[in-house]
């Protein structure tokens, strides 16, 4: 109706109106009131759970952890240490443990055929990524040693391969680095990041919305295969502003040291971090050199063709507030499956035979971490892919984690299966003839099958009668090349979700406003003005799907500047289910109870402090942040204990813009590997 639009500025939508979070949330008497009191509230009765909010740092645990959860759950508290990653509840009260293995599926098939997944994302309430497994993933989560595994790092010797730890008849086609560079050898150029991957690994650039005060190189010359390679690091500590510069180093070919500066920031240093840049207090009191102070030493220093080499050289770029266009950074090259990296003392170790950031020593040496990413490229290109490849490094890193774990606990072994015997519960192990896997333990009950539905159709009859369940379902995995493929779609489905574009704008439009507007849903990646149709068009790619979202249903039909625009994602064949797949995520058992709010500064959290009863269930904040500079995102999760309040127009007053105690940072948990933060 027309007097309804003139008072709201919206075009009237077909169709049921979607539930929105408002920027401000305010907490009406009625909310308050209703069922706030502790006495009205039934007791919950004692069962035993998972806490809602885990620990976990990026959404995944490792198979170790897994086992420490599973060891809890068998014995308890009085007879083993409760694993630090979560909290079991009323452990006392399980009556059973079941364990489901689909052997050859992955996070990629989950998410892939997300809607098809039904029962699986609605009845799990906490859902974590696993590390690749290795070649037997039972035995790894249940914890029984494995004697082979034992084994050391080779030690190199200069001026030839160290020895490769290979299994017979490998397909190194299988390696990542394989299927990203190809087995050839090439030149320097092909190892350059692209401009894509840069924005992918949030590089600065040019043009980018929160780059506009980095200052660039001035290195735009042609690049070769022969241009000179710079070995960069930077420490950092946390000041009132984040994280920034304390030391750089800069190293040439052949290892001379061109630049090893201290310092001093301009905020106030609230931690300097010590274990690990190596920075005190005392060594930057005496220090003068500001941050523009390096920035005009390295502009200087830098060749027009130019390539600087770092292990996550980004962070290096972003303390130092400077856009560099040629980059080869070590822990994308030495390429890791599922995107995962290596870390810079291990490639050090496995690759160059050097102990690098030792524990003996007080914090990171940046001119070695510099000299040690230089030297790991330079030998990149020396050997080429195939010979990295033969090296194994995913094996290598497997026994070093193995053997970290045995120098740290010194204490005995116990495995998931000596938990049981020493208790005396009967185990059930159901899983295909074709599973070639048998437990050592008196009490286990083997059930071999012939087919998965056969598994099935044992485990409905039979899991009831035992206390703890192992059944394993066993599918044929994907060929790489089709595993590579769907992740490259993928990635590309989620891009194109958390991309909008709105419009159309007059042509005399404000645009700073309407950067100013659309960026108060959400972290923005990329937003560039669209000028090929008659009138403007925005194009804005969010950091996540929740802000791009929250766009499209608040601007959707609103008049702005006298004009209604239309806020819509791009219409592809891989977006196409994308409002069912929406709803579906909403209504994940991970994210029902759970509201996205955007715009939360860096003092939120303290804020939020001095009222802990503002809302009621309110059960903690979520607030992610970056996992390599640490610093924290604009935007939050605030969780709820039994579903957000029925008020839908709940808002903060001014006053009262505070929240709850900081919980430990981690992403949500409903959205697929695909996402890049």
Request: proline fraction near 7%; aromatic fraction near 8%.
């Amino acid at each position: 109706m027309e007097p309804e639009k003139e008072k709201t500025g919206r075009l009237p939508r077909k169709g049921r109106k979607r539930r929105r979070v408002p920027n401000k949330l305010i907490r009406t008497p009625e909310a308050r009131i209703s069922g706030s009191d502790p006495v009205d509230r039934q007791p919950e009765p004692k069962r035993a759970r998972l806490a809602s909010i885990l620990i976990a740092e990026n959404c995944e645990v490792t198979h170790e952890q897994l086992c420490e959860l599973l060891k809890y759950a068998v014995l308890g508290k009085p007879d083993i240490e409760k694993p630090r990653w979560c909290q079991l509840l009323y452990q006392s009260q399980l009556k059973r443990i079941v364990v489901v293995i689909l052997q050859g599926m992955s996070q990629l098939h989950f998410y892939r055929f997300y809607l098809e997944f039904g029962f699986l994302r609605k009845a799990f309430k906490h859902k974590f990524r696993l590390p690749p497994p290795s070649s037997n993933f039972l035995a790894d989560i249940i914890g029984l040693q494995n004697k082979e595994t034992a084994g050391y790092l080779p030690k190199t010797i200069e001026g030839s391969l160290p020895s490769t730890i290979t299994k017979p008849n490998i397909n190194l086609q299988n390696d990542p680095i394989i299927q990203k560079y190809g087995s050839k050898k090439v030149g320097l150029l092909r190892y350059l990041l692209t401009e894509e991957e840069m924005k992918t690994f949030n590089f600065p650039l040019q043009g980018s919305p929160d780059c506009e005060n980095f200052i660039t190189t001035k290195c735009n010359g042609s690049v070769t295969d022969n241009s000179p390679l710079f070995g960069l690091d930077c420490e950092m500590c946390i000041t009132s502003k984040g994280r920034e510069l304390t030391r750089i180093s800069l190293v040439a070919e052949g290892g001379s040291c061109l630049m090893d500066e201290l310092v001093k920031p301009d905020d106030k240093i609230i931690d300097y971090v010590t274990c690990y840049s190596g920075i005190t207090k005392k060594m930057l009191n005496p220090v003068k050199t500001k941050l523009k102070d390096v920035q005009r030493q390295l502009k200087a220093l830098l060749p027009p063709d130019a390539v600087l080499v770092g292990h996550s050289v980004d962070l290096d770029l972003r303390a130092l507030k400077m856009i560099h266009p040629y980059v080869i950074d070590t822990s994308l090259l030495y390429a890791r499956e599922q995107g995962r990296r290596f870390k810079l003392k291990f490639l050090a170790k496995a690759i160059l035979g050097k102990d690098i950031q030792c524990s003996e020593r007080n914090g990171h040496d940046a001119t070695e971490d510099a000299t040690a990413t230089l030297e790991l490229a330079q030998y990149f290109l020396k050997y080429g892919p195939k010979k990295i490849a033969e090296l194994n490094l995913e094996e290598l890193w497997r026994d070093q984690e193995i053997r970290n774990i045995r120098e740290k606990f010194q204490y005995t072994y116990k495995s998931v299966l000596k938990c049981l015997d020493s208790v005396d519960q009967k185990l059930l192990f159901l899983s295909r003839e074709t599973d070639n896997i048998e437990l050592p333990s008196k009490n286990c009950e083997t059930i071999k099958c012939l087919s998965n539905k056969e598994v099935f159709e044992q485990a409905r009859r039979q899991v009831d009668f035992h206390p703890f369940s192992i059944v394993q379902f066993s599918f044929e995995p994907f060929s790489p090349l089709l595993t590579e493929e769907m992740n490259k779609r993928m990635r590309i489905k989620w891009t194109e979700m958390s991309t909008i574009y709105a419009g159309p704008f007059s042509k005399d439009c404000n645009l700073r406003a309407l950067k100013r507007l659309f960026k108060s849903f959400g972290p923005v990646r990329t937003m560039t003005l669209v000028l090929e149709t008659h009138q403007p068009h925005l194009y804005i790619r969010y950091e996540v799907l929740e802000a791009a979202q929250l766009a499209i249903e608040s601007l959707n039909g609103v008049l702005v500047e006298g004009v209604y625009i239309k806020v819509q994602r791009p219409v592809t064949e891989l977006t196409l289910d994308c409002d069912t797949l929406v709803n579906e995520l909403e209504q994940d058992s991970e994210n029902r109870d759970t509201i996205y709010l955007s715009g939360v500064s860096q003092n939120f959290l303290g804020h939020l402090q001095e009222l802990p009863n503002l809302f009621f269930g309110l059960e903690a904040v979520i607030v992610p942040t970056d996992p390599k500079s640490g610093r924290q995102k604009k935007y939050c999760f605030l969780k709820f204990k039994g579903g957000p309040p029925k008020d839908s127009s709940l808002a903060l007053e001014p006053e009262d813009w505070k929240a709850l105690p900081k919980p430990e940072p981690r992403y949500p948990l409903c959205h697929p590997p695909a996402r890049n933060h």
